[in-house]
């Protein structure tokens, strides 16, 4: 790496140049790889709040799967996933066309398979099922010629909040049928889980046939936290050890506490302190000064859109919330609102699953995102109605 280049990636999605506090749950994924089909960890739904690394462990469970010989598909869930996942795979399957013959795949009984164009080999003739078989059946027999360990095909679905729920349907009992029948299939998705919450605690059919509730409810829960504040010095010191620029005297400490334990603050506080060097070192002040700018990206890139989402009264509910300098007593808050007990009840629970805020303890609720109380009151005059 160019020693003088500021390494911290404060982009959403961005593989961060050191992943902290992860390792338990690549870990798990690993050995969920490694175990054989049937284990639990194979299909897992990562939450948690913006910026807190859905994405970026999304990617590295990617990794943890192509390290270990696995085809990785990438995804996300808005419109028209189901087909872009279809495609991919004929065109996959195109370019290995030459080592398919004998294989007894049904890509062949389709017509358009003659000229291997996704666009002409219709989804009523060969559906994302017909195509995931058939990337199976390839993918073990290629492992069996190379006498490599037996893997298979991981599926990755990100921003599965703008999911639409009749693709979801279909591929989640796409995905069933085939764990049931233990084919080395693996799926991670991620999101806010207030879109998928609907779907979730819908009644599911008494049937024993295949159903993506079953398959959203039997998944992983993977609950994306705030790491530790010797997570967060490591993520910022470590990818300075091989750069010009280091911190010095008491300013890693200023920009951990700025940080507050949440992973996009630590590219942003990284990448504005860096920015603010002086010459080569990173000062008590300019950490300072790169934490007020991070604040402030912060709010522009997180704080604004994840307000946006929400309806004029969750954001009122969340300014009165913000009056407190601390976590907010239910009860006074219902004061304050004047509201009934089913009210708050109902909002406090919105706003749960939207993540934007926690429950600390009984009757008591916290911002789930950090510097949101501070954004709240100096916005107040514009989000409350
Ligand atoms: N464990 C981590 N250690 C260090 N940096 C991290 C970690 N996780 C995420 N980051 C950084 O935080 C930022 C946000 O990560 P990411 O985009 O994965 O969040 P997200 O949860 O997917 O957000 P959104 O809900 O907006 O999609 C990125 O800049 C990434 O590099
Ligand atoms: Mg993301």
Not at 109 to 129: H, K, P, Q
Not at 359 to 372: N, Q, S, T
């Amino acid at each position: 790496m160019d020693p003088a280049r500021n390494p911290f990636r404060a982009t959403l999605g961005a593989t961060p140049p050191l992943l902290v506090g992860r390792n338990e749950a690549v870990q798990n994924f690993a050995f969920a790889l490694d175990d054989g089909p049937g284990a639990h960890e194979r299909i897992s739904l990562i939450v948690g709040p913006r910026g807190i690394g859905k994405t970026v462990l999304l990617n590295a469970f990617e990794d943890t799967a192509e390290e270990r010989g696995w085809f990785v598909i990438s995804e996300t869930a808005t419109k028209g996933f189901v087909e872009r996942i279809r495609s991919e795979i004929i065109r996959r399957l195109a370019r290995q066309r030459s080592h398919l013959k004998g294989l007894g795949l049904s890509i062949f009984g389709v017509g358009g398979s003659v000229t291997w164009d996704s666009t002409s080999i219709s989804e009523a003739s060969y559906s994302l099922r017909n195509a995931l078989d058939d990337y199976l059946a390839y993918k073990a027999s290629l492992d069996r010629t190379t006498g490599q360990p037996a893997s298979g095909v991981f599926i990755t679905l990100d921003e599965m909040h703008h999911q639409r729920n009749d693709e979801l349907i279909e591929f989640g009992a796409t995905i069933q049928h085939l764990v049931r029948e233990r084919k080395n299939i693996a799926v991670a998705m991620a999101g806010i889980p207030s879109a998928i919450k609907p779907l979730l605690s819908s009644q599911a059919t008494a049937s024993e046939a295949p159903n993506p509730i079953t398959f959203l409810r039997r998944a992983e829960r993977v609950e994306l936290d705030r790491v530790s504040d010797e997570d967060v010095s490591l993520a910022l010191e470590q990818p300075l050890a091989e750069s010009v620029t280091t911190w010095t005297g008491r300013a890693l400490e200023t920009a951990v506490n700025a940080c507050q334990g949440y992973p996009f603050m630590i590219q942003l506080v990284g990448q504005w302190a860096f920015r603010e060097a002086q010459g080569r070192s990173i000062t008590r002040e300019a950490a300072e000064r790169g934490a007020d700018k991070a604040r402030r990206k912060l709010g522009q890139l997180v704080h604004e859109p994840a307000l946006a989402d929400l309806s004029d009264v969750d954001r009122s509910f969340l300014v009165f919330m913000a009056r407190d300098d601390g976590p907010t007593e239910i009860a006074a808050l219902k004061a304050r609102l004047d509201r009934s007990d089913s009210y708050v009840g109902n909002y406090r629970r919105r706003l749960i699953d939207a993540e934007m805020i926690v429950e600390v303890g009984r009757g008591r609720i916290d911002f789930a995102l950090p510097y949101l109380r501070e954004y709240l009151r100096e916005h107040a005059a514009s989000l409350v109605i």
